[in-house]
């Protein structure tokens, strides 16, 4: 059974910086595509970033040059720097695992002074 279990949202000012962790279980997480997208409230979910197997990473338009994917193989860990935050960054951040269809519980992510 595969599971993600996000953490590190929180309130922040504008301006300010979150590092959210997703950690997975049930996968042998170095095969597997990883990916954050974020949903704020009477908006569509979107993508955030996304990261290979291999260490290929990709962005939203939104969040190129703020925003950094990373992932740590031996601890089964993705994880998503947000840097330069803004109001309009406030959502649910959620992790996910495309290649097996499944989605953490989200975390939310306030930006308000």
């Known amino acids: 059974q595969v599971q993600l279990v996000e953490s590190g949202g929180g309130l922040v000012q504008p301006g300010g910086s979150l590092r959210l962790s997703c950690a997975t279980s049930g996968i042998i997480f170095s095969f597997y595509d990883m990916g954050w997208h974020r949903q704020a409230p009477g908006k569509q979910r979107e993508l955030v970033a996304a990261?290979?197997?291999?260490?290929?990473?990709n962005y939203g338009d939104s969040v190129k040059g703020r925003f950094t994917i990373s992932r740590d193989n031996a601890k089964g860990t993705v994880y998503l720097q947000m840097n330069s935050l803004q109001p309009e960054d406030t959502a649910v951040y959620y992790c996910?695992?495309?290649?097996?269809?499944?989605w953490g519980q989200g975390t939310q992510v306030t930006v308000s002074s």
């Open positions: 990261i290979t197997s291999g260490g290929r990473t």
């Open positions: 996910n695992s495309p290649q097996t269809g499944t």
